[in-house]
């Protein structure tokens, strides 16, 4: 009997951004455990088996539930919303299932990052406005200090997940000019989905205002509202055949 548990991510809401490998996976499963609210109730729709919602489980309950269904031979997959590879707490969860002989296969999904440049109808990195993209997050409970004024001086993209509840307190720390362009993307891909667009100075009080106070993306950066960028190199000359 092979012992195994699959990783899927869900992709940011909309149920069509789920991999067609993921979707197939879920139909196959007897059993989903999925990340709560994180993850677009519809998508469950694709399965037949059992649900489960991880919300407010210990990595000990959930690793027990997965574990007597792996040994009752059962098909599992924990399902993760946008890609599981960011901020997901994936490794822990691998580790604690090697203990049981269960092998992980991981199926990538589309981040919400992405989701968000869609809604923005933008790029995250643009000739002329910003080569990098940065990825993080605010201190919290599971991080004591984080790195978002030093980040935020080298004046390049930066996406900052699970932060729309400190959003006052991330903008008051950025080292950034305060007309530098903020959005503020709430639900990204889903039917409900919210963007907010200020600059640094504003966007705080914008959001405030709206009654976002989580499940939002906030994107810093000349891409979200882009000017004097440079076309690139690909279009702007004739190329070699290939």
């Known amino acids: 009997m092979e012992r195994k548990v699959y990783i899927v991510g869900a992709g940011p809401g909309n149920p069509k951004l789920i991999t067609m490998l993921g979707r197939e996976l879920l139909e196959k499963a007897d059993l989903v455990m999925y990340a709560g609210s994180l993850v677009n109730p519809i998508v469950l729709d694709y399965t037949n088996g059992e649900t489960v ?17 792996v040994d009752a031979g059962k098909f599992v997959v924990r399902l993760h919303s946008g890609d599981p590879s960011l901020y997901g707490s ?3 969860q691998m580790e604690e299932l090697k203990k049981f002989d269960i092998e992980v296969e991981r199926v990538p999904g589309v981040s919400s990052v992405f ?3 869609a809604a923005l109808n933008t790029q995250l990195t643009l ?3 910003s080569d990098t993209l940065i990825i993080t997050r605010p201190a919290g409970k599971t991080l004591e200090k984080d790195l978002i004024p030093e980040l935020s001086s080298y004046g390049t993209t930066m996406a900052i997940f699970l932060g729309t509840q400190k959003i006052k307190e991330i903008m008051e720390k950025v080292q950034c000019p305060k007309d530098t362009p903020v959005a503020v993307v709430f639900h990204a891909s889903w039917e409900d989905e919210e963007v907010i667009t200020g600059t640094v100075e504003d ?6 205002d709206a009654g976002i106070k989580r499940s939002a993306m906030i994107l810093i950066g000349g891409v979200v509202d882009p000017k004097n960028y440079r076309r690139s190199h690909l279009y702007g000359v004739p190329q070699e055949p290939l």
Do not use: P, Q
Not at 55 to 64: A, F, N, Q, R, S
């Open 90 to 92: 994936i490794v822990e």
């Open 203 to 208: 966007i705080a009080e914008k959001v405030k």
């Open 127 to 129: 000739n002329g406005v």
């Open 53 to 69: 919602d991880s919300y407010g489980l210990t990595l000990d309950e959930t690793t027990k539930i997965i574990v007597d269904a």
């Open 115 to 117: 989701a968000t440049s």
